[in-house]
Each structure stands twice: as C-alpha cells, then as structure tokens.
C-alpha cells in the first residue's frame, strides 16, 4: 500500500513552521510497510485543497492529512473534508465529553468554540484525541482510506500511536520493505563513500538492496534499505550489508536507526556504572541538555557547569589564572584544566569540556572562530583535541557537542581517532 | 509570482530526515513578495522526479528544486534536470576550481566523486556553492523559473542568500504580501481567541486583512497576513491591526516575527547592563543553552549550574539539605534557594532556576509527572512559581525553559501573572 501525506496550514507555505509532522507520520506508516510515496503541503484555501484531496485519493491508496482542524476561524479542514464527502456535521457525544473533562481537569469551562469542536462528518469513523479536544476522521471508500487529524505534532502523534499504526499493520500487503541506519560521526560523506567502497558494484538495484548516504552536521548516516518476501529474507539481508559495511567502517559507526550518540554513551556508562559530569563554554550548556534528554540520566550524569566568563572557569572549575592569562581561555591547556577541574568537584569518573569561539564575533588568525578544544579526564588520563566546526555560531555549537561525546564514547571503547 | 518548492529524497520519504528546506525557502521567498502556492516531496525515483518536475511549472511560474546533487551514487537529480531539459553534462570550470580549492582548505585531496560535482547541465546558468562543492542550476523558460539547489541545509541557505532572493527580488510583481507575527506565550490557543475578540468581524477576507492563531509548546502565535497595493499601504494596515491586538493581550507578547524569547530577554538585559545565572536541574542545561545562541550573550550571561543530584544543589547552590529533606527537591523552597544561591556565588544580578519530574518515571500523585517550579531572585524579591507541563520529557523541557525566560522578561518589565 502507497501512501500520500498532506499538510494543510498557511503557516507551512510562508516557512513560519517546519513541517515535523510528515517525517513523523512516514517513519510510523514505513514502520508497519506502507511506503509514502509522495507528501504534499498546501494552504487553508479550500479549492486548493479539494484538489489535493482528489489527486492523492487518484494516485495512492491511503491518504493522511493533517492541520486546521482546530478551533479558530482560520481552521477549515473539516468544512473542506465535508464537501469532498459531500456529507455534513454531525455532534460526537463521546468528543463533546471529551471537550468537556479535558477543560475540567484544567479547573476552566470551554468555550463555545472548544465544544464546537466536538461536531465531525457524518458517516466518518472517529479518531480519539488523547491530548487535545479536536477529534479524526477516517473514511473508507472503494478500497481506499483517508484519514483527517489535527496538525498539533504531539495531538497528532498520540492519534498515530493509538489509531493509525495498529489500522494498517492488520491490513499490511506481502512485500516486506524494512530500512536499517548506521550513524556515524567524525568522517564527511565522501572519505566514508571511499571507505565503504564502490557501492554500485556491492548493492545492485536487481538485489533490492540500496545505500543512502545522508549527511548533517552531527554525521553521515548510512541507510540500508531493502525489499523482500519474508520480515526474516529482509533481517537476513540487512544483517549481511551490515557486516560489510561495519567490516569497512566500524570505528565511526556509534550507533543505528533512531539511536542518539548521548543514549549510546548514558547506554555505556549505566553498563559500566560510571559517572559524567561536564564544564562547558562555548557550548553553553548543550551537552547538558543532550545529556538529560534521555530518560534515566540521573543515574549518570552528576551535575554540570557552564563556565561561560572567564571568572567562573577559575572558581567553578579551578583552572589556573595563569593558564588562562598565558594561552588563553581557548587552548588545550584550559580545556584539560576544565575537564580536570568539573571531574574533581564533583567526583565523577569522567569529566568532559568544551572551550571555543562559537562566533560570529571574536575570532582571530590564530584562532579563528570555530576553532574549539574539547577535553576529557578520567583517573588515568587527561587530554584535549581540537576542531574547526565553522563559523555558524548554532552549528558549532552542535558539533562541537556532537565531538565531546564521541570523545567519551571513543575513550570508553578505547577507539583511536 | 507563485511557487511551488519540489524536495527530493528517500530519507524524507521514510521520515527520517525533517525537512527544513521548505519552510526556510518559503520564508525567503515569501519575503520578496514570491507566495509559495504548494510544497512537494518526491523520493529519488526519475519517474516521480520528472512528474513533479511537470506538474509545478505547469502550474506555477517558480519551480525551487532541492536534494539529490551529491557527490555519492544515490543523487540523482543532476541527470533528472538533464532529461527534463533534454540536455548533457559539461563541466564548469569555475566549479571545478572551487572543488580544488575547497579541499586544499582542508588539507585534503579531492575523490574523483568530488570533481565530478563541477559537472552541470549545459545550457543552465551556475549558482556557486560558497559551503560546499555542488553547484545550483537555473533554468529560464518561456518566462519561469526553475532552479535546482543542493539539499545539505547550510549550501542551499547560502544559495538562496546570495543569489535566489536578490534574483526574484528585482522581477517582483506589483501586489505586496506581508506577514506579521506576534508571539505570546503563558496563554492557550482558545484563551487567546476570547481575548482578542471576535476576529471574523474584526478581519474580513474583503480587507485583505487575515488572522491565524498557530499554537505550539513554547505559545501561541498570531500571524497577521495583509495583501495590498504598495508597502506603505501594508505596513500601515499591519500596524493598526498590530494595535488593536496589542490593546487586548500585550502582556502576553513577548515578540515578533523570528524573535525568540532569549534574544528579547538578552536585548532587555544588555540595555539595563543586568547580569543572569541560572540553576538549572530539570531542564538540563537547555535555558543556558537557549540564552547561548545569541551573539554576545557572553555580555550579560555570566554562568549556569546543572545541578541534577541533590548533592549538587546542595554543593553547587548552597540548598540547605534540610529543606530538600522537608520539602523535596522538586519545591518552592529549593525553586527559591538554587536561584539566590546561583545569584550570590555569581555576583550576578539575577539568578533563575528550574526543579521539576521530567518524567517519565518519578511522578507520585502529590508531585506527578510534568511539576516544575521555577524561581527568579534579585536583589529586593525572590519567589517561584509552579506549573505543570504535561508528560513528554522533552516537552516539559522546552516548555519549563519558556516559563523560565518569560518570568525574567515579566520580573524585568514589571508585568504581573
């Protein structure tokens, strides 16, 4: 089964908001072998979006649409999904109660427009919303689904989880398409293309097989897809390009599929049972975050600082005055110190650190902006590596954090650079 | 002029990669008075490539086309654009050189995959790459445009900087479109609505005046969208709306347009030469992360704490373990003492804090999951505030880092709750 994804909202067609909910939507519906062929976004007009209506439902079998389903004037999907049913609202009893507890549990009565919410198409089955007042629709006709939702990511997610996912997995086809991705970081696209080898000759388009190389600033991902018969033919062929590739790559390889490099770390650390803490500057406390954003960091992570002036690098972190005075606070000499000094005060097994020029202000010829010195202390070693990341002050930021794990993550598994 | 923007690739197909393209190329453009009609997305398949190639210059004058031009087997685009304009390759020697060059910078030698990106389609005009090594193409024809561009983020930004946005700035129509959003935060969507009034009369469609409320986890946005026959004529259309809404919900706009809360906070904190710290436990380093990516936060930004153990806050802050033991960390009275014990150690003038359940395990009734106290001090009030912001674990975090910004910004502009 093919499917298409529209996305209705002005604010998609002027870039005031980036369409997160089509990735989130494709990966899920990949995920139980309904493969999107093509997504489309257009704005709250409604002959625009009949027409998108009508050419999705022409071309693929499943359509998804998201946005303006919720309660203000400028939300008109719902008017939209009526006339191309050609069928008119009906109240939701269940919906309209719905409305109702979800405005009680927040101590507020609803407002004319929140219980308004609760009419849908007649002859429509309802999607609950879990985490927010505007109901879904699905409609079936000839063979063929379409399916309605909020545009709020996580209101729509929630709909995904509960409705759309276990619908289609009882309805998937016979041919099993599966994707596997290997992250790496610490190599650019094409000195990974050349350690891998000749990818035309390895995966022919008659074996099913294909490669995808897809950079960004944390790394090159590697995607493996494949098509088969059988969920096993599928592992079975993934396991075996897998092997080959890690045959050739291995050490920039820190984790697969939806895996970040800070679960991959906390994942190692929680193994070891040792403890993080970390002193950033010009990172500013992204580390921290990437960090915490795993559940169950606190068993881990201790505490951090982020010594931004030059003061608090010397009384949070006890790096000498006269390191600073005589390298600069951008140097190998203060990154160590600030590793050092966090792994001392808070005594953790590790101790990680960040000190550089993010930009876009405050470069020189010697150090130029982008230049950053990332540290690391354990109880057996001190040392600090150095890196250009650019001169986009929010990039270097991210690759720089990027880099101070995988240093600990390259310590931990004592793989060289 | 309309637009249609065509993004290419599997790995938006199958959700793995978010795309940011769009919405940034629709903003640019929207900007020189080019309004983007429709936003497609294709996989890397000629057959759909070409189709949609057909499709969005059959109904629009702008064709943007971004993705599959890398250097590795599975970009495809390049020989897409050949076919669709029935032409060959040739190489461009400027493109060529500048592959060298980009190497040599890095103290690299180019693959022959990296010199064959100096290869365009005869007959197109070259857009230069200045980030990478793929150039961009236009094509003119019969009086539309298309134009392909590499789909690496930071290349096509700089693509659409220098030369797509002067380009379609000098052949822009006679209508105007401009857009205006303010940004509110600390109130719902509906709550927000019944505020300003009822905006179907305030704002007919005849008006070319229109109202959009576009919620998300950090508040609510108003975008306002005028159409008129000059820019004077816009501008001052958009401000007496401007006013009117201002007159109905100021304390709840924080900004306009791109502004973030941390810029807006960091221009009221440069202009009174005051100093910030932060003590940050359930939000992880994310506001000092946030306050970070301003250029010249270094300026009023002093330190920040991540105190995520008990013995942290106690150390870090100077929290009396005592009122841990009494109250819980997660309280108005440790709130209350890790932001004067970050004021004090940092000689700041104002300190602001977070404990909160991220989740997703630690809630119990009294405390569920998604609590989070955030406390503010200086030198005459200190106090906190409690909030509860749902159950995502990353949600909470943003949302927590919100209120936290806009209880300085209100402290700072003696705004009430």
Redesign the interface.
Known sequence: MRAEII?IG???????????N?????????GVGV??????????EEE?ILKAFEHALERHEIVIVTGGL?????DITRKAVCKFFQTDLVVNEEALERVRQFFARRG?AP?K??EDQALVPRGCTVIRNLQGTAPGYLFERQGKYFIAMPG?P?EMKAMVQSFVVPFFAQRASGIVIR?R?LKTTGIG???L??QIGD??KIFSPDSGI????????LGT?L?I?VRAVSLNDANEKIQSVEERIRARASKYIYGADGEELEEVVGRLLSKRKLTLS?A?SC???????K???V????NY?????????N??KV??LAVPLVLIQDHGAVSREVAEAMAVGVRM??STDIGVSTTGI????GGTPEKPVGLVWIGYSDAHDTLALHFNFGD????V?ERASQAALELVRRRLLKIDY
Not at 35 to 44: F, I, N
Not at 70 to 74: E, N
Not at 283 to 289: E, Q
Not at 358 to 361: D, L
Request: charged share 20%.
């Open positions: 996305s002005d604010e998609l067609l002027i870039g005031q908001v980036i369409n997160t089509q990735a989130y939507i494709a990966e899920q519906l990949s493969a999107v062929a093509r997504m489309t976004t257009v704005g709250d625009s919720g309660p203000t004037h400028d507020l407002r427009i929140n709020v996580f994707h991705t696209e094409s000195f293309a050349e990818v035309h294909a490669l995808a190389f897809l950079p960004s600033p991902r995607r897809s970390v950033e990172t500013g406390g992204l580390i921290a975050d960090i915490t954003n559940p169950g960091s606190s992570f201790e505490r951090g600082v982020i010594a931004y002036s003061q608090s009384e949070e005060k808070s993010a930009g876009p202000s986009d002050r929010r990039r930021k």
